[in-house]
């Protein structure tokens, strides 16, 4: 009977070492299941020596892994991660060991960021990290939420329901960006070629029409006055003037976006822009449900999942994406820790509406906070899209109306000059 070197994973994905004694290589494989472990290698146990210049041979033999997060720029993107999550919970579900299912999803991503963050969290697993260890050294994949929540998954000892709660909370938040970001489409792609079209109108059409009055000698009234010299500051044709305004005009979006980061970047800066981002008429409202819906979505899972309340408190504050939500989150926390209530603090801050401060309320009486918030989080995900749909059918009409009154202006000041011309011709004709 001869003794087999193993290397195994346990049930939690977890490398395991040891020997075993069989006569052959199958029958050493069947005793290491049986101790219901997966084996990744078994080998018939060599003299010291030997098996020392072995292992020094293949280690020598065996080309390094890259590690994690050592190429590629910016982030991993929301909608890559969320079908990482989700086909992770798959795995875990059908009870393959973490290792062997990380190493799956790694081989089958492409070439980049992702694929470099697996091969190092693989290579932490191995190492003899948890997951949620392994995946706190890669932030530019795996926020502070997702580690928690996922380490709470471990320490409960159901990693594939925690996975797939969190794969449902990603794929709902993903779910509302779209469908936010799909209703500015429209408006944006019709105001961006409404502004090339006046542009060119601006730059070759208004100069003819100011050559040929000027030919006639044609007394121009105010509104055509204003037009032209609108044509000729967006032409660049004003003495003096070094830089077109259709340049302005191409960079303006540009500045406003830049301007707005530099802003934000102070707290002041944050505190004010989104005060006045929750004050705007109609988006403001939008803005504001969407802000509701997001901050309760992820504090109810996260204490669906077991991450103490003040944590979660916490977390959620950090990923809410506005300074309101975040100090009113603050108080909440503070309150909480000084054995107060939830609903205390946020009723007095007045960003939630009345019907949102007593669900919760009612949550922390009856110990259904989790539950309480997801509800809330769903009903608000609802009146978003409808808001969202609302806000599509109003903007259709609307412009339809500011792009007439834009073309009318033009018509209205290019014809009025000619109806005078027109006139003052026939007048000659009848004089002759």
């Known amino acids: 009977m001869a003794t087999f070197a193993y290397e195994a994973l346990n049930a939690a994905g977890k490398p395991q070492k040891g020997t075993v004694e069989a006569t052959t290589n199958e029958e050493a494989v069947q005793k290491i299941r049986s101790q219901g472990f997966f084996p990744t290698s078994v080998r018939e146990q060599k003299a010291k020596k030997q098996a020392e210049k072995d292992a020094a041979a293949q280690t020598a033999k065996k080309p390094k892994k890259k590690r994690g997060g050592g190429g590629g720029f910016g982030r991993v993107s929301p909608k890559l991660l969320t079908l990482f999550t989700r086909q992770l919970s798959t795995l875990q579900d059908a009870g393959l060991p973490l290792l062997r299912s990380l190493q799956i999803l790694e081989g089958q991503q ?153 802003i934000r970047k102070a707290e002041v800066g944050r505190m004010v822009t989104d005060w006045i981002a929750l004050h705007v008429p109609i988006f403001g409202k939008l803005l504001r449900k969407t802000s509701i819906a997001r901050f309760t979505r992820t504090l109810g899972t996260l204490i669906s999942a077991g991450v103490p309340i003040l944590e979660a408190i916490n977390i959620t504050k950090e990923t809410s994406g506005n300074y309101v939500f975040e100090r009113a989150l603050g108080n909440v926390h503070d309150s909480i820790r000084e054995g107060e209530s939830f609903a205390g603090p946020l009723r007095e801050s007045k960003t939630c509406d009345a019907i949102v401060v007593n669900m919760i309320d009612v949550g922390e009486e009856t110990g259904e906070l989790d539950g309480m918030l997801l509800k809330i989080a769903d009903n608000y995900d609802e009146e978003v899209d409808e808001q969202v749909e609302a806000l599509v059918s109003l903007l259709e009409p609307l412009m339809v109306v500011v792009l007439g009154g834009m073309v009318g202006t033009i018509v209205v000041a290019m014809f009025m000059p000619m109806v005078a011309m027109i006139n003052s011709l026939q007048g000659g004709n009848k004089g002759n």
């Open 110 to 262: 492409k070439p980049g960021l992702m694929k470099n963050i697996l091969q190092g969290v693989c290579d932490e697993v191995e190492g003899g990290s948890s997951l949620s260890e392994a995946m706190s050294k890669f932030p530019r994949a795996f926020n502070r939420l997702f580690v928690k929540m996922v380490n709470a998954g471990e320490i409960g000892g159901v990693l594939d329901i925690i996975l797939q709660r969190l794969a449902e909370f990603m794929e709902k938040s993903q779910r509302l960006k779209r469908k936010i970001r799909g209703a500015m489409i429209y408006p944006i792609v019709v105001i961006t070629i409404a502004v090339l079209i006046l542009t060119g109108i601006m730059i070759f059409i208004i100069p003819k029409f100011e050559e040929i009055f000027t030919d006639f000698g044609v007394k121009l009234p105010a509104i055509t006055l204003w037009l032209m010299n609108t044509s000729r500051w967006v032409a660049g044709n004003i003495p003096g003037q070094s830089i077109p305004g259709a340049v302005f005009i191409a960079v303006s979006p540009f500045a406003i976006w830049i301007g707005l980061k530099l």
